[in-house]
């Protein structure tokens, strides 16, 4: 059984920095995977922030590069999201998730693995 956990959310203020983790467990050792973080604010929509495949390849959002960094641990079976300069409105759900793709671009509908998340609050 596959599973994803998150760790690392808190509560901060502006300008401070987090890092968040995301483990996965039960994937078969011979696929390969994409690995995600995806945030939820409230009742807004879902958003995308970043994603990693196996070969270290990377898709992030324009919007937040620059204070948001993702990478990957495949020793670990671990991805982290380092976020600096946080802001209120980063205040989120910050969740995982896992395609079992090489395509770094995978739409989220590919995403079939998700965790419940970590919560960051930002406070001005």
């Known amino acids: 059984q596959v599973q994803l956990v998150e760790s690392g959310g808190g509560s901060v203020q502006t300008g401070e920095s987090l890092r968040l983790s995301c483990t996965i467990s039960g994937m078969p050792r011979d696929h390969t995977w994409v690995m995600g973080w995806f945030r939820q604010a409230g009742r807004r929509e879902r958003e995308f922030v970043a994603a990693i495949n196996a070969n270290g390849n990377i898709y992030d959002v324009d919007s937040l590069k620059g204070r948001f960094t993702i990478s990957r641990d495949n020793a670990k079976n671990t991805i982290y999201l380092q976020m600096n300069g946080l802001l209120p409105e980063d205040t989120a759900l910050y969740v995982c998730?896992?395609?079992?793709?090489?395509?770094?671009?995978?739409?989220?509908?590919?995403?079939?693995?998700w965790g419940l998340g970590t919560q960051v609050s930002v406070s001005s």
């Open positions: 998730a896992a395609a079992t793709t090489t395509y770094v671009y995978a739409p989220p509908s590919t995403y079939r693995y």
